[in-house]
């Protein structure tokens, strides 16, 4: 079946502008992540959704940071205000049913340059 | 919170040669371990996993890694390597309950030369 897929691949933005991130989950998974790679870092956690249950937010680095997720379906990551510190990577994961046990499987990632 | 250090942030290695990449973690709590993948211009794979039982998980592509709890450690290790195995390897551990992110290390590039 499909895999997870992100929109844009790549996307170059200027300082001060938002931007908005994609994420389609493979079908059935109720849980999605999203994360963060740097330049030569690994990844960091940003936010999780389960279900309908509240997202853990824990990640965000800051509130020019948001997400949100329709249902068990896509999920859209927003950044407003965008800094040269924002250009990274942005992975979004989706498994089966969140357990700590489960497997996550990545999109491709969207490439974010801001300039 | 846990944590997970990866020694190497390079690793040359002729191919056909065995290598290993060091991984360790700390945790206040039991967790569950992950190595994954991340060949030049794809996505994160999974290898492996180690969710509970024997301390020796076997992986795809020939890769293995072995648990010690004693050292908090899931070392990665290949008995032969080829030039296709040139990659990004990233440790990574979730808590041992629901519902939970991955942390991961920094990763280890691994160069397979000829």
């Known amino acids: 079946g499909a895999g997870v897929s992100q929109s844009p691949s790549n996307k170059v933005t200027e300082k001060g502008k938002d931007v908005e991130l994609r994420c389609d989950p493979i079908s059935g998974h109720t849980a999605l992540y999203w994360y963060r790679q740097r330049l030569g870092q690994g990844l960091e956690f940003l936010i999780y959704f389960q279900g309908n249950s509240a997202p853990d937010k824990s990640g965000l680095p800051s509130d020019r940071f948001s997400a949100e997720r329709t249902g068990e379906s896509v999920s859209t990551l927003t950044i407003q205000r965008t800094q040269q510190e924002d250009s990274a990577v942005y992975l979004c994961?989706?498994?089966?049913?969140?357990?700590?046990?489960?497997?996550?499987?990545f999109g491709p990632g969207t490439r974010l340059t801001v300039l | 919170a846990q944590s997970v250090t990866q020694l190497d942030s390079q690793v040359p290695v002729f191919e056909e040669a065995p290598v290993e990449l060091r991984c360790n973690y700390s945790?206040?709590?039991?967790?569950?371990l992950f190595w994954y993948v991340q060949y030049p211009n794809q996505g994160l794979q999974l290898l492996l996993k180690?969710?509970?039982?024997?301390?020796l998980v076997k992986g795809i592509n020939g890769f293995e890694a072995e648990f010690n709890k004693s050292q908090t450690s899931f070392h990665l290790r290949k008995p032969s390597v080829h030039i296709s195995d040139t990659a990004e390897y990233f440790c990574a551990v979730t808590k041992g309950n629901a519902g939970n992110m991955l942390t991961f290390g920094g990763g280890t590039r691994l160069m397979v030369k000829p």
């Open positions: 180690y969710l509970s039982g024997s301390t």
């Open positions: 994961a989706s498994s089966p049913m969140g357990q700590g046990t489960d497997t996550q499987y």
């Open positions: 945790s206040s709590v039991s967790v569950y």
